[in-house]
Nanobody, 117 residues
Framework: QVQLVESGGGLVQPGGSLRLSCAAS????????RGWYRQAPGKQRELVAS???????NYADSVKGRFTISRDNPTNTVYLQMNSLKPEDTAVYYC???????????WGQGTQVTVSS
């Protein structure tokens, strides 16, 4: 089992920045990939960014050049630095972890990000 706890959401003006954090606990050594997804009202959940055990990152086209995913291995924390935020980035952001072998997905509780003037 893996537990994920997110923090860092909030209200920000267009052009502003936020950093989301996701702390993991439990069977950490089995995690293959960590990532961030988001879901806006009336839309499907979509992948924002991911980082695998080799450090390879992947980004949605809509956030490339603006968002950066990183990890701190000693604290089992993954971060999402979001710059140049746009109103269309408004969504609930979910932390995700994929367990190797079983490919089980684990999810955090979600954190609201609102970009508005």
């Amino acid at each position: 089992q893996v537990q994920l706890v997110e923090s860092g959401g909030g209200l920000v003006q267009p052009g502003g920045s936020l950093r989301l954090s996701c702390a993991a606990s439990g069977i950490i050594f089995s995690i293959y990939r960590r990532g961030w997804y988001r879901q806006a009202p009336g839309k499907q959940r979509e992948l924002v960014a991911s980082i695998n055990s080799a450090g390879t990152t992947n980004y949605a086209d809509s956030v490339k050049g603006r968002f950066t995913i990183s990890r701190d291995n000693p604290t089992n924390t993954v971060y999402l630095q979001m710059n140049s935020l746009k109103p269309e980035d408004t969504a609930v952001y979910y932390c995700n972890a994929v367990q190797s072998g079983t490919w089980t997905n684990y999810w955090g509780q979600g954190t609201q990000v609102t970009v508005s003037s």
